[in-house]
């Protein structure tokens, strides 16, 4: 059988998502953005939910994700999407509203506005990328960097004494009685993505049937900032922040 | 069990050349061209042995840029 022939009269096993438009990513190579994107519209596409989707955009490297996935966008100030999100749900209950943030944006800058939406029970969900670092600016120390982890702004590593403790968002979140479904992903090999695909799914659902605030953290890499390859990147997320942010769905009280 | 065929596709102008999907293909197939280069500099990624081909599309599962199609036919 020829190549050709498999082309012509094959059954297409993966595509890139319609919703996904052709506008090329700004995106570095190799970064995960891009396939928490494809999840995002393959989710969005297989819930019917296209014309009936708002997001929310954050200030960081995913600024320009409405470049990329054709639903309806707004732009935050920098770590105000949750607000916002929640500002829209409330005036338009029968739509999909979901952020999109970084660490920077929703660790740092925006941890009020994060804490209070989900606190209040908004039913947003917020699709949270931690890559423990400032990847947009350069590579600086982010709220989320390991203690030990070597950026430009800590050159020596991430030391308590000078620069505190990681945040650990997610588990912040679960805490609250306001959340619905907070969980912990990453996107590193194909069983993961499934799995993170099958989180973000389960997490708009809870957010249309009204049930609460959802979180969905991605462990993801920079491997830009991090001067790795895309693939030793993965390994060095594998070997250290997993262990330190580990996977796994940390509350899920929409089962009732 | 009929063994099945697949097929890569890569839009080569949109690659960029990570190499996640030659790193995550189980078969070997594919491979980022060692010379040639797209109109954006990135060495890009291309079937080699399309023979072993078997259509699993962890390539384009893995593929941060959503460049890669596949096909798959069952042998009759």
Same mark, same amino acid.
């Given at each position: 059988?020829?190549?050709?022939?498999?082309?012509?009269?094959?059954?297409?096993?993966?595509?890139?998502?319609?919703?996904?438009?052709?506008?090329p990513?700004?995106?570095?190579?190799?970064?995960?953005?891009? #396939? #928490?994107?494809?999840?995002? +519209?393959?989710?969005?596409?297989?819930?019917?939910?296209?014309?009936?989707t708002?997001?929310?955009s954050? #200030?960081? /490297?995913?600024?320009?994700?409405?470049?990329?996935?054709?639903?309806?966008?707004?732009?935050?100030?920098?770590?105000?999407?949750p +607000?916002?999100?929640?500002?829209?749900?409330? &005036?338009?209950?029968?739509?999909?509203?979901?952020?999109?943030?970084?660490?920077?944006? &929703?660790?740092?800058?925006?941890?009020?506005?994060?804490?209070?939406?989900?606190?209040?029970?908004?039913?947003?969900?917020?699709?949270?990328?931690?890559?423990?670092?400032?990847?947009?600016?350069?590579?600086?120390?982010?709220?989320?960097? &390991?203690?030990?982890?070597?950026?430009?702004?800590c050159?020596?590593?991430?030391?308590?004494?000078?620069h505190?403790?990681?945040?650990?968002?997610?588990?912040?979140? +679960?805490?609250?009685?306001?959340t /619905?479904?907070v969980?912990?992903?990453?996107?590193?090999?194909?069983? +993961?993505?499934?799995?993170?695909?099958?989180?973000i799914?389960?997490?708009?659902?809870?957010?249309?049937?009204?049930?609460?605030?959802?979180?969905?953290?991605?462990?993801?890499?920079?491997?830009?900032?991090?001067?790795?390859?895309?693939?030793?990147?993965?390994?060095?997320?594998?070997?250290?922040?997993?262990?330190?942010?580990?996977?796994?769905?940390?509350?899920?009280?929409?089962?009732? | 069990m009929?063994?099945?065929?697949?097929?890569?596709?890569?839009?080569?102008?949109?690659?960029?050349?990570?190499?996640?999907?030659?790193?995550?293909?189980?078969?070997?197939?594919?491979?980022?061209?060692p010379?040639?280069?797209?109109?954006?500099?990135?060495?890009?990624s291309?079937?080699?042995?399309?023979?072993?081909?078997?259509?699993?599309?962890?390539?384009?599962?893995?593929c941060?840029?959503?460049?890669?199609?596949?096909?798959?036919?069952?042998?009759?």
């Amino acid at each position: 059988m020829t190549r050709e022939e498999i082309i012509k009269t094959g059954d297409v096993v993966y595509r890139k998502p319609e919703l996904l438009n052709d506008t090329p990513m700004h995106y570095c190579p190799g970064c995960p953005h891009g #396939v #928490v994107h494809k999840l995002v +519209a393959e989710v969005i596409d297989e819930m019917g939910m296209r014309d009936k989707t708002i997001a929310v955009s954050p #200030v960081g /490297c995913s600024v320009f994700a409405y470049r990329y996935i054709d639903v309806d966008w707004e732009e935050a100030a920098h770590g105000r999407a949750p +607000a916002l999100a929640s500002a829209i749900k409330r &005036l338009w209950p029968d739509r999909l509203v979901f952020t999109y943030q970084g660490d920077g944006d &929703l660790a740092c800058i925006g941890t009020a506005e994060t804490i209070h939406a989900l606190n209040r029970s908004e039913n947003i969900t917020i699709i949270f990328i931690n890559n423990a670092i400032y990847g947009m600016t350069g590579g600086q120390m982010a709220p989320t960097t &390991l203690l030990g982890q070597k950026t430009v702004t800590c050159p020596y590593g991430r030391e308590v004494a000078l620069h505190g403790y990681p945040l650990k968002i997610a588990d912040i979140a +679960a805490i609250l009685p306001g959340t /619905c479904y907070v969980t912990r992903q990453t996107v590193d090999t194909v069983p +993961a993505i499934r799995k993170a695909k099958a989180a973000i799914r389960k997490a708009f659902d809870y957010s249309m049937q009204g049930k609460g605030s959802n979180l969905v953290e991605i462990v993801s890499t920079c491997n830009s900032g991090w001067k790795l390859s895309p693939e030793k990147s993965f390994e060095w997320m594998r070997e250290n922040m997993v262990p330190f942010y580990p996977l796994g769905d940390l509350k899920d009280t929409g089962k009732e | 069990m009929a063994k099945m065929h697949g097929a890569v596709v890569v839009d080569v102008e949109r690659c960029k050349g990570c190499n996640l999907c030659v790193a995550a293909c189980p078969q070997k197939v594919l491979e980022l061209t060692p010379k040639t280069v797209n109109t954006k500099g990135y060495h890009y990624s291309q079937p080699v042995k399309e023979e072993l081909c078997i259509g699993c599309a962890s390539c384009a599962i893995v593929c941060p840029d959503g460049c890669i199609t596949v096909y798959r036919k069952k042998e009759e």
